[in-house]
């Protein structure tokens, strides 16, 4: 074999073991191997081979009915993400205080391309019902979360969501471009954002951005509530701290209360 | 090239790949290409190569100083684990009860092989300090979670762990075999698990088995208190409660509160 086809093998190869990780979503966490196959764009027998190394790594697992399903061991590489449970393990007890002053919807995203992923949320047992899935997606133009991280994203993210259509969840989604345009020059200025009635008619939102220590916004914060009632102006300070907290967290290091050389692998 | 010289280099790109997801660990979150390309023991070139399609997929991404570290994408598709994020999800109401009406450390865990793996942590802010990290790993016949998982596994797994050297982490560490055996017998016939001071000498924990659907032990749940004065009687009914719901909400699914079909990936 030739370097230049050993290369172009292993991008191949790479791309397969990719493509078989991409065939789990939400609404099909366990697959048989022809459903794996299908879903991953490759032969039965390509899927059988390198769904075997998978499974041997860890990287995936099998059922007792013998269907696959993402394993243990990928989820504990990517409890590394800094992204992922790094930025959630430094929020948690921010994100516990929100929830125990108020028992409402207390959730933590990121702004992935143009959408927004959820990377915690609390829920409250009575409080509105939310739509959000730890790992999940979300538009950018509606939630919370999502105008706060809109509004602080790079220009030409936003001239790409802005230029796009703009879906429209309720009455109330904000779809017009030059209405959402204000709607961002405003979250920047109050240092928040409301997104009521936006997703969902009952539910209000309330988000905050959380800074990385070099200053960029790394996240976003918010407490959803029930619409009807709710007091935006007293919510966003009590999102706002939280965020703050958050961001200490993330500069400070100082306060690490569990010496990682304890912890085994 | 002949079919058997692909699947060989197919073989190895695989392992060269998980390797490069393998070189991140708690200490070492973030790498430069050359501490990626030694720790996972391929040749510069190799790791740049397999390192860039990684990134471009999103497994990995590199930080604003050109390191890599694991990507919000890989997180997403390990958040579909069903002993990961999906057993945490149908966990959390039940541990956020525990904790509520604790404020004590809670927390739940499998067993991956020989050794616990903590799946989801809840930390009073004032509670007793707790070396668990969510994503990381600890001896099976220490802890709370791990003497309640031991105690359920399979008895070549069981044979394996006694047939071993168990390190002693205080002087109440329980690491004769003889000993260790009637303990977990205990734990069979109580079901729970007590562990008193045997991984920090000021810390007791109190650990319950958590069944799944086809009455296996999935999972483990604990509260971890001060050891001074801890009164494990009173909280084992309070952890078993706990277990006891989740078990319904892993068996059920009746109880979904979030449509899957309204979350977009």
Do not use: C
């Amino acid at each position: 074999m030739t370097r230049r086809a050993e290369r172009d093998a292993g991008t191949s190869v790479t791309s397969k073991v990719l493509a078989l990780l991409e065939a789990f979503t939400p609404d099909a966490t366990d697959l048989s191997l022809s459903e794996l196959a299908r879903r991953s764009g490759v032969s039965l027998a390509t899927a059988h081979r390198r769904a075997a190394e998978l499974v041997e790594w860890g990287a995936l697992e099998r059922d007792a009915a013998g269907r696959y399903r993402v394993g243990l061991r990928l989820w504990e590489v990517a409890a590394l993400a800094p992204r992922g449970l790094g930025l959630r393990d430094a929020a948690m007890p921010f994100l516990e205080d929100l929830y125990e002053v108020t028992h409402e919807n207390v959730q933590l995203a990121v702004r992935e391309g143009l959408e927004v992923v959820f990377v915690e949320r609390i829920a409250g047992r009575d409080a509105v019902p939310v739509w959000t899935r730890v790992g999940g997606r979300f538009a950018l133009h509606a939630t919370g979360v999502g105008l706060v991280l809109l509004a602080n994203a790079p220009a030409a993210v936003q001239e790409e969501v802005l230029g796009s259509p703009l879906q429209s969840y309720t009455e109330k989604t904000v779809s017009d471009p030059v209405r959402l345009r204000r709607v961002l020059a405003e979250v920047r200025k109050l240092g928040y954002a409301v997104s009521d009635g936006q997703v969902t008619i009952d539910a209000l939102s309330v988000g905050a951005p959380v800074h990385a220590a070099d200053g960029s916004v790394a996240a976003a914060v918010s407490l959803v509530v029930r619409a009807d009632g709710a007091q935006p102006g007293s919510l966003a300070p009590l999102v706002m701290a939280a965020a703050r907290g958050i961001h200490r967290s993330l500069s400070g290091g100082a306060t690490r209360v569990f010496p990682s050389g304890r912890i085994r692998r």
